[in-house]
């Protein structure tokens, strides 16, 4: 038998928490073991973070290696992050999903776009769109439970004047999402342009990733129809430098990209005011390095987002809004601990002091300090309803 004893501040979902808590053989509880433990680990303990859109098995040429694959998911693993919605990759990933030892993954399948309409060898690139339905149908049994659309892109073929264009007419999307819900998956759709937006809020699209030309009138429609957003704003971050590679051949899509890139904050503000749900996603694969998500939290803060909401949508909420139950006693659970409050300071989150994985403790590599033990956090007020021990709900590996 094995016993790792956890103190502090234990925080199992949002608002429930409790200041003990055990893995007996990688099992939770919160009734103290006869068994003195093997290992007791103080700190300020959350579930493991979410990143909701990571690409596992993408890299800047396409897919990747299997090797490499696996890597990137270990460097996620390593950053705390242990639920992935892959947001889309080449590589066929569903046996990363057999490893226990690397985050749990949702994945999207393969993007859905057009020839020549976004980056080479990343998605399914068809010729016709009027074929976008039965795609989405192969791709919704493809993946587990949602598929991605590439809803605009640079038009290169209109030369000096090219800039972001909606990839599919606005029917077709209608047929496409509807195809998608048919299936049981949801959609989300890369959106960088206003003039994409009101076509997929009309058919019924349920995520938008970047949403960096959302007008006001269509983050009310996004907050009426219940659509999440993701900002991925290390990925708007490079925006300003797109724009300058753009510039001498395609000024007005640079000058877009360059409005989106200063506006990049206040977007995020105007976002979360109007009541937008909010999800924490790193873009990772491609042009982003793996095992970013504590400076996506931090650079949501940066825009104006309080700390203890961007912490729950790292953990709690984004894990609901993904179908993924609360973690109970009774489950081998996936958390992390840190040595302070992240919501005190987000940047705690950029050194986790520990990882634990199905229950058991990760051999991570980027973790704060050589020893187990931390510093002990100060004794939490306990909810009105604590923990009930007697609760037991299905294992879980994240």
């Given amino acids: 038998m094995s016993v790792l004893h956890l103190r502090g501040?234990?925080?199992?979902?949002?608002?429930?928490?409790?200041s003990e808590a055990w893995l007996v053989d990688e099992v939770l509880t919160v009734s103290r073991p006869e068994r003195r433990p093997d290992r007791v680990l103080d700190g300020w303990v959350v579930p493991g973070l979410v990143d909701v859109h990571?690409?596992?098995?993408?890299v800047a040429t396409g897919a990747s290696t299997e090797q490499v694959a696996v890597e990137q998911a270990i460097t996620n693993r390593d950053s705390g992050v242990l639920l992935i919605r892959d947001a889309g990759s080449p590589l066929d990933t569903r046996?990363?999903?057999?490893?226990?030892?690397?985050?749990?993954?949702?994945?999207?399948?393969?993007?859905i776009a057009r020839p020549k309409r976004y980056l080479r060898n990343f998605g399914v690139d068809l010729e016709d769109v009027n074929q976008l339905p039965d795609e989405v149908r192969k791709q919704a049994r493809r993946g587990d439970g949602w598929v991605k659309l590439v809803a605009?892109?640079?038009?290169?073929?209109?030369?000096?004047?090219a800039d972001l264009k909606p990839l599919w007419p606005n029917e077709v999307l209608a047929e496409a999402v509807a195809v998608a819900h048919e299936e049981g998956a949801r959609v989300t759709a890369h959106a960088f342009a206003t003039e994409s937006i009101d076509g997929l809020l009309d058919a019924g699209i349920d995520c938008i990733e970047h949403g960096t030309g959302l007008t006001a009138q269509q983050i009310s429609r996004v907050v009426s129809q219940d659509v999440a957003v993701t900002p991925t704003l290390l990925q708007v971050g490079q925006f300003a430098s797109i724009a300058e590679q753009a510039a001498a051949k395609y000024p007005q899509y640079a000058a877009r990209m360059r409005r989106m890139f200063d506006d990049r904050y206040a977007q995020?503000?105007?976002?979360?005011?109007?009541?937008?749900?909010?999800?924490v996603g790193t873009d990772a694969g491609g042009t982003i390095e793996h095992g970013l998500i504590a400076q996506e939290?931090?650079?949501?803060?940066?825009?104006?987002v309080p700390t203890a909401e961007v912490l729950r949508a790292a953990t709690w909420q984004t894990r609901r809004y993904l179908g993924v139950p609360d973690i109970h006693p009774g489950d081998r659970p996936g958390l992390v601990v840190y040595a302070a409050d992240p919501r005190s300071d987000i940047k705690v989150l950029q050194r986790p002091r520990a990882v634990v994985l199905g229950g058991r403790i990760t051999p991570c590599t980027r973790l704060a300090g050589p020893s187990l033990?931390?510093?002990p956090c100060p004794e939490p007020v306990r909810t009105s309803a604590p923990l009930r021990s007697e609760t037991v709900?299905?294992?879980l590996t994240m």
């Fill in 297 to 304: 939290c931090a650079e949501l803060v940066r825009a104006g």
């Fill in 393 to 395: 709900r299905p294992h």
């Fill in 95 to 111: 046996w990363l999903q057999q490893r226990r030892d690397l985050p749990h993954l949702i994945r999207s399948g393969t993007h």
């Fill in 152 to 161: 605009d892109w640079i038009d290169r073929s209109d030369g000096a004047a």
């Fill in 268 to 279: 995020v503000r105007r976002l979360h005011a109007a009541g937008v749900q909010l999800l």
């Fill in 54 to 58: 990571c690409h596992i098995g993408l």
């Fill in 373 to 375: 033990r931390a510093v």
């Fill in 9 to 18: 501040h234990i925080e199992l979902a949002d608002g429930v928490f409790c």
